[in-house]
């Protein structure tokens, strides 16, 4: 089953571009970012050659971070999509471009803390910065593989 933006957009219950800022959010003042203020972002490269296999998406980890957005009433699916396209890099290139990256939870953490490019800070404690980041990362962790042990010894013909 293939993820796309508009499940996580139920799943979240929120909104995937930012120009659909609520009347409410307008009226109190409230701050969402709308259409092109991500520009380029030095976050949303990719790995490799662009001959190289596209990243794969660990599902399981892609529900985590649209549940922990979505308990957390973050806004980063206004702009941001798992892996689809939006204003901002989905999050699954994201992760593509820190892997291997030893810094990659500490680096990230900050930017979505301090903002980078035209994404301002502030839409994150430095708690929910840490958390996210690490979600964002592990998108491309291989799926865990649950260890079967076989009833009884086969190594002696026992049950």
């Known amino acids: 089953m293939k993820i796309t ?86 999050f699954l290139s994201i992760a593509a471009n820190y892997e291997g990256n030893a810094e990659a939870g500490k680096i990230l953490q900050e930017r979505i803390v301090r903002g980078i490019g035209r994404m301002p800070g502030g839409f994150a404690s430095p708690s929910q910065a840490e958390k996210l980041a690490t979600l964002i990362i592990d998108l491309t962790a291989k799926p865990e593989r649950k260890k079967i042990t076989p009833p009884g010894d086969f190594r002696r013909g026992g049950h």
């Open 5 to 90: 933006s508009s499940l996580y957009a139920v799943l979240v219950g929120g909104v995937l571009l930012g120009s659909a800022l609520s009347q409410a959010d307008a009226d109190t003042g409230g701050y969402a970012m709308g259409p092109g203020m991500m520009g380029q972002n030095p976050a949303a490269g990719t790995t490799g050659s662009s001959d190289s296999e596209p990243p794969t998406l660990n599902e399981a980890n892609a529900r985590k971070l649209a549940g922990y957005i979505q308990a957390q009433g973050l806004r980063c699916m206004q702009c941001h999509s798992v892996d689809d396209g939006g204003f901002g890099p989905n």
